[in-house]
């Protein structure tokens, strides 16, 4: 059952993926569109200021499955402890043995493993998301000083400036 599910689940986030992919191939399509008939020289800041992003996004989705592979002997692990300490069948065996502390201290270890697990990968994410954002913001920088520069020399007029903005952003 449970493989069922996450083979759905996980068909479901695949085409969910796909479509964000679509979606956002549009988006740079008409916006590089946009800004070839306004300022074609733009049109390779956009393109190159979407390379990081995509870059370390790529590296965070690899990241998140290596994380996810590396905990699952632990996740299974927990279930099955967690199994035994919850569970009406093995609970008598539990009590007669004396099990119920070296369980839960099991139970707690995997715990914290899979935990400390997924607070390196967010720290890991967090850290890449702020790279990402530092180099969007040089680039968009670049591209709102040529377009400032281009509005003082009288290369371009104001409302095409801003509507090239408006793309870069």
Known sequence: ERAENGGTVSAQN?????????????????????????????????LVAAVPLLVLELRTANDRWKTVV???PA???????????????PA?????FGLGPTLRAKWEALYDEI?????QLTGRTAQRTLIGIGA???LASVAFGYLLWAVAR???????ATAAAYGVS
């Open 14 to 46: 695949m085409l969910s993926a796909l479509v964000s992919l679509l979606a956002s191939s549009v988006g740079l399509f008409g916006i590089s569109a946009a800004l070839l008939v306004l300022e074609p020289i733009l049109v390779p800041v956009v």
């Open 70 to 72: 590396a905990t699952i």
């Open 75 to 89: 996740s299974r692990n927990l279930r099955y402890v967690q199994s035994l300490l919850i569970g009406q069948q």
């Open 92 to 96: 008598k065996e539990i009590r007669v």
């Open 115 to 119: 935990n400390e697990q997924a607070l």
């Open 136 to 138: 969007n913001a040089v």
């Open 154 to 160: 009288g290369r371009m007029d104001v409302p095409s």
